[in-house]
């Protein structure tokens, strides 16, 4: 069967979006959990023009918010295809944020989506390839197995019926916490 393959270009989001008064927090900054919906919003976008289905979100890979964003500066988030497996994609979101004063930008935070094309029925789709045309979608598209392979490891190391507290111990030495079990 041939397989269908879509350039990464071809489902690219960029949106912008002025931070008014209303999005902040107590703080006089942007609310966080606003931008996690701006973000939720922008992988829905890419993924649904990359697979043409209605996509699902299934995880999110880290949401470092690596500095506040001010009321008044204008938020431009880009959103690309990094990987795709069978059904899920993984969507690379890089966030900046600019004082449209003095057209100073800063990267406030880079977070990746997995998204899951589904039917109609509820089951998931295949989505079709992607097709590498630069050393940065390469780069992208292997971190992203490298982040996978991480993850499944993290969940079967961490999977509750296995998990001995005994082996971790020792590491609990160093930190500030105090065993004091009540049996
Ligand atoms: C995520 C979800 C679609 C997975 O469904 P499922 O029946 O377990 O589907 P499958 O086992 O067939 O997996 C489908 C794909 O999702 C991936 N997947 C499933 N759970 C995942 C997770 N937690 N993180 C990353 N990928 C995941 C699988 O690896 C698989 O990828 P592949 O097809 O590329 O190999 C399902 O759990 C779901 O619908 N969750 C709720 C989603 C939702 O409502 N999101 C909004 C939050 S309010």
């Known amino acids: ?40 919003q922008i992988a829905f976008a890419c993924a ?10 299934a995880s999110v890979d880290t949401v470092d918010f690596l500095k506040p964003i001010e009321i008044g500066e204008l938020v431009t988030m880009k959103a690309s295809v990094n990987y795709v497996g069978r059904s899920s994609m993984v969507i690379g979101i890089r966030v900046e944020s600019e004082n449209i004063q003095t057209g100073d930008i800063k990267h406030c935070n880079s977070s990746y ?22 050393n940065d979608e390469i780069r992208r598209f292997a971190k992203s ?8 490891h993290r969940i079967k190391e961490f999977h509750e019926t296995d998990f001995a507290s005994e082996k971790y111990l020792h590491i609990l030495e ?4 105090k065993i004091e079990l009540d049996s």
């Open 174 to 177: 160093d930190h500030k916490a």
């Open 145 to 152: 197995i490298k982040r996978k392979n991480m993850k499944d």
């Open 1 to 40: 069967m041939q397989q269908n393959f879509k350039r990464v270009e071809a489902s690219q989001v960029v949106i912008s979006e002025l931070m008014l008064p209303s999005h902040s927090n107590f703080n006089g900054k942007i609310h966080g959990g606003y931008i996690l919906s701006l973000l939720d």
């Open 48 to 57: 649904s023009k990359h697979s043409g289905a209605y996509c699902v979100t």
């Open 113 to 134: 989506f997995t998204m899951v094309a589904k039917e109609k029925d509820g089951s998931s789709i295949e989505v079709p390839g992607l097709i590498l045309n630069s």
